[in-house]
């Protein structure tokens, strides 16, 4: 039966799934309403954040009003007549589509990426799949290694699309489609060009979405095990604000559960000789940002100013909006800040050789790994962050050396790099960063502390959210946006000359580092929400809440950089941009 | 008595194709004058009561699809004509084209006027290249006559055909692949739903229909729905044109009264195919396409109309017959239909992308004799998935000849399984030339 469809969310509509009556509004799939009544429908392609494909074919039901079966994931409840979800009919389909999605599938599970975690893997089980009618026909297909972030293993790929979704729906990075047809059909960037001639920014959203091993980060675990062991370097380590309210879902801790105590005492127990946080850089970034946008606006800079902490984000610039770039603050990251001071300051201060010092990342992002590679990012005269790990390698070596997460004691960060306001800890979510900016830019201006330290008015995972700030008689226009498709819309608005803001948050990933693509597997905005309330408890919860009121940074002024901005400041903080855009 | 009959095919040979001068003294644009002298919704009711199925291949009834569409609101609504008759053994679509085009166009501003839409677009398959201009030349004429265009007629409707060239892909044939196409878009089938009366050419509610489907729309309205289903059967109206090839005596296009001939006067008939040429016997016959079930001898007593072929399990499809004589080894030729969907499926799907070449893998080993009984199983499996999963009518409908050849000829399939095939006697001879 064929209705006209008329979609009315107040409308709601009942039938019957499995004999149950469930009654969900108009335009619901049938996926969710099975979830309603507690029946999971098992699917490859589907995602909650993503658009609907139907690629896989492994949700179908059976419905009294249709010959044929149905996939759930896009099928609408109101066209929908008695749906029954577990019969021999819809197990043999289903069964069968994942031996033919299996035949053309290297079973090498053991040594997969995504051993253990992989979506085929978990479906093969639970569908009880002891072999398979079907030759295999799987073909390898050469990987393609050619960027510092992520490993595309096209042989695993299972056509799903998700990746793409991801890179042209989400992001509109368009770094990747599909081209070819039948058994050629696959997923591929323009021209079959390596991802690095690609416009991809590594923002690794692909990655979080692939259900198996086909995309994953490049892995550094071992250079950093290599670094661990020899007694002849001292091996310091910084931790991202995102990380510490994510890493706990690997060991089944709650969704956005802080960790930060555990994590600490994991990576001392891993034998970092130091173990520090990107808050306080994130602190650092706050002053040197916020005395840049003080001066653009003071001295007729070139506004509004974009903030430059995400690398993804800065990828993006370069290649896709190059004539912008003079908006981008010149400010590093907070990592790259890190890594810069640990290697001159630190090092100086502890007397350890600047070459025997070995800096260490723990990351919620893989374009980080391509960040810290960049030739300019030496400001010590060495390579300033020497490894990236993402929030999911850490965990795989806390797996390795046998700590059990949930049972390690909370401990706290080293001194001095390790203090972090509550400013630095909102750096992991979009509006974060922001927030914490104006907690000093508003002091620093009007000689005033803000009535209240919470500018609710950044927060929240919203695209585009706006505010205009009262500093005392001076209005400050900013907006904050995540994720690239909502960027693009602000870039435009700055090129058509239709943007009046001062300044700009931009955080490359949806929701900003805490749905970073390094972050642990199957994040949804859900997830992403709930590990956003962590950072905020997170910040709620410290003393220290202001950027400038930290008093290690206070001491890194005052002992080594003088001032915000100074020449110094600059040697080692600040960085330059270049047109990267295809010619 | 003959069994043809010249109802859309009337003008054809008689007229200068382009040519409005003739086209007019045929009687044309004289059902878009009656037409647009009518109330819309009695329009549709004429094409309701004419009992017009689909004529693309799916049989779907022309006038639901167009009260559906009537109901839908939207602005603008587009009218599209399905002309990439990409289907094998299909070439009825090319004879309207090439020698009566100002008929489709006549339909397709007929339903134009009924759902108030300003501009049609015909997809036509890139290979009929010259036919696109000859279509031109009348889309041209017809608009200079003031029987297409701004102001049709004096009145103020306006309404403007324009051409997209196909590039030779079969699922540009799938009707949301083909507004994809049109859209330059890569041409895979969309998701559905919404559907395409809702969600179609540039997301606007459209209506897409088949050429012979269009062609048939000025005479439902000149003779009327009744008249019109009544040149047919009860549950499906009208006349059919019919694709004859392969191993027949006279091969060609033929239009017949729905439900006025046997599948045995097709073939046999003088007046049609005449007979397997050669001495040769009938093996089996593919009707509709390659998307088609295959019918075998005893069946031939079947009248070719919707409601009698389905109950032997066969149907219209698209009208193309393919008559194969007693030298073609069914396995080899399910191998080339085989060969025909690897090679067209979009890809995206699952059951069609890898159902395909597993499906082609199994019918190999049935040639090479290295087949087991556990084979059926896997084949059994494999077309219940692929025609109950997929995505699209390509896949769903991959596995229809297969389907009728395991049904009817079963001791075939179980013969090669020994090694030996009645046909081709020595069944290994085959190299593994297309090992998918």
């Known amino acids: 039966m064929v209705t006209s469809m008329h979609i009315d969310p107040n409308k709601m509509v009942t039938i019957k799934i499995d004999g149950i009556p469930v009654t969900v509004p108009s335009g619901t799939t049938i996926m969710e309403a099975a979830r309603k009544i507690g029946i999971k429908i098992p699917s490859l392609c589907h995602h909650p954040d993503l658009g609907v494909r139907a690629f896989c074919r492994v949700c179908l039901v059976e419905d009294s009003h249709s010959r044929r079966l149905k996939t759930a994931c896009n099928n609408l409840v109101d066209e929908a007549g008695d749906i029954t979800t577990n019969s021999p009919k819809v197990r043999k389909a289903r069964k069968t589509v994942l031996e033919l999605l299996l035949a053309n599938h290297p079973q090498d599970c053991l040594h997969c990426e995504r051993n253990g975690k992989c979506e085929l893997q978990t479906l093969a089980a639970e569908y009880n799949i002891r072999g398979n009618i079907f030759d295999p026909v799987w073909k390898p297909v050469p990987k393609e290694m050619s960027n510092p972030s992520l490993v595309r293993d096209m042989t695993k790929c299972v056509r799903c699309g998700r990746c793409v979704e991801a890179c042209q729906a989400i992001q509109t990075t368009n770094a990747i489609g599909y081209s070819g047809r039948s058994t050629d059909f696959k997923i591929t960037t323009a021209f079959e060009k390596p991802l690095s001639e690609s416009p991809c920014v590594y923002c690794g959203q692909c990655v979080a979405v692939c259900p198996v091993g086909a995309l994953y980060e490049k892995d550094d675990t071992q250079r950093v095990w290599d670094a661990l062991d020899n007694k002849d370097k001292f091996v310091v380590v910084q931790t991202a604000p995102a990380v510490r309210v994510a890493i706990g879902e690997e060991f089944g801790m709650a969704r956005g559960a802080i960790a930060t105590g555990k994590m600490v005492a994991a990576l001392r127990r891993l034998g970092f000789d130091k173990v520090f946080d990107t808050d306080f850089s994130a602190d650092l970034t706050i002053m040197e940002e916020g005395y840049e946008l003080i001066d653009r606006i003071k001295n007729g800079g070139t506004l509004p100013m974009i903030t430059s902490c995400s690398p993804g984000w800065i990828n993006f610039v370069e290649k896709t909006y190059p004539d912008l770039l003079p908006h981008v603050s010149s400010c590093k990251s907070p990592q790259q800040m890190f890594g810069a001071i640990a290697k001159t300051y630190y090092a100086d201060k502890m007397g350890i050789p600047r070459d025997k010092m070995f800096v260490v990342s723990i990351m919620p992002c893989i374009a980080k790994k391509y960040e810290c590679q960049r030739p300019e990012m030496n400001s010590s005269g060495y390579q300033d962050v020497d490894v990236v790990l993402t929030t999911r390698e850490l965990a795989k070596m806390i797996r390795m050396a046998g700590l059990d997460f949930n049972f390690l004691p909370e401990e706290e960060f080293d001194h001095p790099l390790g203090l972090g306001s509550g400013a630095g800890a909102i750096f992991g979510t979009s509006g974060g960063g922001m927030e914490a900016a104006i907690r000093t830019v508003y002091e620093v201006v009007t000689g005033k502390e803000p009535q209240s330290l919470d500018f609710t008015a950044c927060r929240g995972h919203e695209g585009i959210k706006e505010a205009t700030l009262d500093l005392d008689g001076m209005p400050v226009k900013v907006a904050i946006t995540n994720g690239l498709k909502n960027a693009r819309v602000l870039m435009d608005k700055i090129r058509a000359g239709e943007a009046d803001y001062h300044f700009i948050e931009v955080m490359c990933c949806p929701g900003g580092c805490v749905g970073g693509g390094g972050q642990p597997f199957r994040t949804t905005a859900a997830i992403r929400e709930h590990r956003m309330d962590g950072l905020y408890k997170v910040d709620k919860s410290l003393p220290l809440r202001q950027s400038h009121k930290n008093p290690d940074i206070q001491t890194l002024y005052s002992e080594f950089l003088k001032e915000p901005n100074s020449h110094l400041a600059h040697e080692l903080l600040h960085t330059h941009y270049q047109d990267r855009s295809a010619k | ?436």
């Open chain 2, 1 to 436: 008595m003959a069994k043809t009959i010249q109802l859309l095919t009337a003008r054809c040979g008689k007229i200068r194709p382009d040519s409005v001068a003739d086209y007019i003294a045929h009687d044309g644009f004289s059902a878009l004058k009656k037409a647009m002298n009518m109330d819309p919704m009695q329009i549709i009711n004429e094409v309701i009561d004419a009992k017009l199925l689909g004529r693309g291949g799916a049989s779907y009834p022309a006038g639901k699809k167009w009260k559906q569409l009537y109901e839908i609101e939207g602005d603008p609504k587009y009218i599209v004509c399905n002309a990439d008759e990409g289907e094998p053994g299909t070439f009825k679509d090319m004879v309207l084209l090439e020698k009566d085009p100002l008929s489709i166009i006549e339909g397709m501003a007929i339903a134009g006027y009924v759902f108030n839409s300003h501009d049609g677009y015909i997809y036509i398959r890139g290979e009929y290249r010259e036919i696109q201009k000859l279509f031109q030349a009348a889309i041209d004429n017809a608009v200079k006559a003031n029987y297409l265009g701004d102001n049709i007629m004096g009145s103020n409707f306006s309404f403007h055909v324009h051409i997209v060239s196909g590039a030779g892909a079969y699922i540009c044939g799938e009707n949301s692949g083909l507004l994809n196409s049109i859209e330059a878009k890569t041409g895979r089938p969309r998701v559905k739903p919404p559907h395409l009366a809702e969600v179609g050419l540039y997301s606007k509610p459209t209506l897409v229909n088949n050429v012979e489907s269009f062609a048939s729309v000025p005479q439902i309205v000149n003779m009327g729905g009744k008249a019109f289903q009544e040149l047919g059967v009860e549950d499906s109206g009208g006349t059919k044109l019919i694709c004859l090839s392969g191993n027949v005596k006279r091969r060609g296009t033929f239009e017949i009264p729905i439900g006025g001939v046997t599948l045995r006067d097709i073939i046999f008939d003088p007046e049609f195919g005449g007979g397997i040429p050669d001495g040769k016997e009938l093996k089996c016959y593919h009707l509709g396409g390659q998307s088609g079930p295959i019918g075998f001898p005893e069946q031939l007593d079947t009248r070719y109309d919707h409601t009698s072929l389905k109950k032997v399990g066969l149907s219209i499809g698209s009208g193309a017959v393919v008559v194969l004589d007693d030298t073609i080894c069914m396995i080899d030729y399910l191998k080339k239909v085989s060969e025909f969907f690897i090679h067209e499926s979009c890809g995206k799907c699952v059951p069609c992308r890898e159902g395909n070449r597993q499906m082609y893998m199994i019918l190999h080993k049935f040639a090479t004799g290295l087949a087991t009984e556990k084979d059926f199983e896997r084949l059994e499996r494999l077309s219940f998935t692929m025609s109950t999963a997929s995505s699209c009518g390509l896949g769903q409908s991959a596995c229809t000849a297969l389907d009728s050849c395991l049904l009817h000829r079963r001791e075939e399939f179980e013969a090669h399984i020994n090694g030996i095939c009645p046909v081709c006697l020595n069944s290994r001879k085959y190299g593994d030339q297309y090992a998918y």
